[in-house]
Each structure stands twice: as structure tokens, then as C-alpha cells.
């Protein structure tokens, strides 16, 4: 797009009396949802946009500052600016697949098994499973990737009664969700969602630094009217993101 045809579609479209940079953060806005940009373009530099829009550097310093800071576009330090690629997303008021969510959106889907093994039950699964303290549980991590990026870190205890063969199973194949869906059919769920911090070894794991809000789920899945499983999910917040609708009627 050359400086022309910027400061035109400014003019057009940005009318108003909003503050400029605001004005400015609309424009990059608009040209990415509209697709004239899309993720990892590299956007006009600063001084083609000063040029272009009749702006100061500090006003466009400020809009694409504030752009980065939503998450709409990334900026290289020495390089430029370009369009960020969009957070993976999952429907809130659904239980699915992981696999299936990585493949709808086209990308390649991997997993990471960290262990898979029996254990014996502390007070707290015991109790959220149904189970007596120190009867056996099965106990998987799991690291989702996509495009070979981690997305998220699955940590599941399953009651051992409504999963048979789950030690044997090879979940970079598919995933631990797949495989109760077919011996333990889904027949409801539940989601708690909180903001965290993760772990040291968390962090190592996902790729993140200390200072990297994550986005935590705790998951529940029943079959009929059993509990058969509990899961920590836990996402890297620069790179996930739940949605959910609803209406009135």
C-alpha cells in the first residue's frame, strides 16, 4: 500500500474527533480485519507513516506502542512492525478436543508425552474422583503443540473403573480426550477458569517467561452420572484464549 493511498483511506475513514493516534489505531485495525493485511506482513514503518498521514512520530509511536499491546501486532525491535498472529481459541461453554481445535484452524497439531503412569490417590483427587485415599488413579501430562509451539500443558487423573487401558495407550497418537470419548462416552463437563502464574518447571515446559499470565482450566468430565476424569489445563495467555456465546430466548 503506497503513502498515497495510507493517508487517503485515513482521511475516509477516521474521521471524527477522537484522538489521532486512536484515529491511527483504527486504520491498522480496520486493514488487518479487512485482510489488506494479514499476519506476519510487515506494516509500513513509522516514517512512511508519519509521510503518509501527516502525523508526528510521537502520535504513531504511540498508536503502534498501544497495537502491540493488544496483541494486534508484534514489534521488532531494529526491524519493524508486523501484523501478530491471532491467539489460538476455544469455545468456553464446550468441552472439545484439542487436536480437533489445532486442526480446524489449520495448522499442524503435535503432543509431548511427559508420563503416563498409576498412582495412588492423595486426599484431594481422591475425593474429587470418588475414589478412598490411596486406591489406585491414573495420572497422564501431556504437552500440546501447535505448529510447534506449545499451547498447552495437560495434567489429567482419571478413575482407572471407567478407563481400561488407558497406561497402554500412545497419546501422541491421540489425545487422552479422544480415547475417554470412546470407552467413557462425554455426557456433561464443567469449567472453572482462572489467571495464574506458572510453575518454574511449567514455564520451562511451555516456553514462557515467570512474568507470563497464564490461563488455567479446570476440567471436569462425567459419563452418565460418573466422575471419570480431572484436568489441569494450563495455557500460555499470549497465546490462548476461551470464547463463549449465548442469548436470551
Not at 148 to 159: F, S
Not at 222 to 228: G, I, P, Q, T
Request: glycine share 8%; charged share 25%.
Amino acid at each position: 500500500m503506497d503513502p498515497a493511498e495510507l493517508g487517503r483511506l485515513y482521511e475516509q475513514r477516521t474521521a471524527g474527533s477522537a484522538p489521532a493516534y486512536h484515529r491511527v489505531k483504527n486504520l491498522v485495525a480496520q486493514q488487518i480485519a479487512g485482510g489488506h493485511w494479514r499476519e506476519d506482513d510487515a506494516l509500513p514503518s513509522e516514517s512512511q507513516f508519519v509521510e503518509a498521514l501527516g502525523l508526528s512520530r510521537m502520535t504513531i509511536n504511540r498508536a503502534l506502542r498501544e497495537l502491540a499491546t493488544e496483541g494486534v501486532i508484534r514489534r521488532v525491535m531494529g526491524v519493524g512492525s508486523f501484523v501478530a498472529p491471532r491467539k489460538a481459541s476455544s469455545a468456553l461453554l464446550e468441552v472439545h478436543n484439542i487436536a480437533d481445535e489445532v486442526h480446524h484452524r489449520g495448522h499442524r497439531y503435535e503432543a509431548h508425552v511427559l508420563s503416563v503412569r498409576e498412582e495412588q490417590a492423595d486426599e484431594k483427587t481422591a475425593a474429587h474422583l470418588g475414589l478412598g485415599e490411596g486406591e489406585p488413579v491414573f495420572h497422564s501430562r501431556v504437552v500440546h503443540y501447535e505448529d510447534g509451539t506449545a499451547l498447552q500443558l495437560e495434567d489429567r487423573y482419571v478413575n482407572p473403573a471407567f478407563a481400561p487401558g488407558y497406561l497402554e495407550q500412545d497419546f501422541t497418537r491421540q489425545t487422552p480426550f479422544t480415547f475417554l470419548s470412546k470407552v467413557a462416552p462425554l455426557g456433561r463437563g464443567e469449567h472453572i477458569v482462572e489467571a495464574v502464574l506458572a510453575s518454574s518447571e511449567e514455564c520451562a515446559i511451555l516456553g514462557v517467561a515467570p512474568s507470563e499470565p497464564c490461563l488455567l482450566i479446570h476440567r471436569r468430565t462425567w459419563s452418565r452420572d460418573a466422575l471419570v476424569s480431572i484436568a489441569r489445563l494450563l495455557h500460555p495467555g499470549s497465546r490462548y484464549r476461551l470464547e463463549g456465546a449465548f442469548d436470551t430466548h
